[in-house]
């Protein structure tokens, strides 16, 4: 993938995630788009577009992301972001408990740092 795709499919899943109903992401998350998302989630490109992070509306999606799962809106911040920033610059939820299960393999995959049920860091 080269940069001009990097940058379009980021904008689209940027997109579907903030229009995207909460009870909705399970069932998009599946298939190409999952595979989408993983490839920009690990893409060297990630680390090229630092002034993306300066926006405002990415300083906001941080905010919620320090929250915690139990915040409306959370697991759409988490999918936008994790197309923004690298995973172990994310804050970490406080208990995996908290995470929808469908996306607990995606945050291992990538190196999240999420705390098991124990509380410990995985």
Known sequence: ??????????????????ESAEPDL????????????????TSAYKGTAAADLREPRIARHLETLRSGP???GWTNVFLTLSLYEWAHRLPPPPDLALVPEWLVD???E???????RSGKML
């Open 1 to 18: 993938m080269n940069y001009e795709q990097f940058t379009e499919l980021r904008q689209g899943l940027t997109a579907l995630w903030s």
């Open 70 to 72: 139990e915040t409306n």
């Open 106 to 108: 995606t945050f291992l």
């Open 110 to 116: 990538i190196g999240y740092p999420i705390r098991s």
């Open 26 to 41: 399970e069932a998009q998350f599946t298939g190409e788009v999952a595979q989408s998302q993983r490839a920009i989630m």
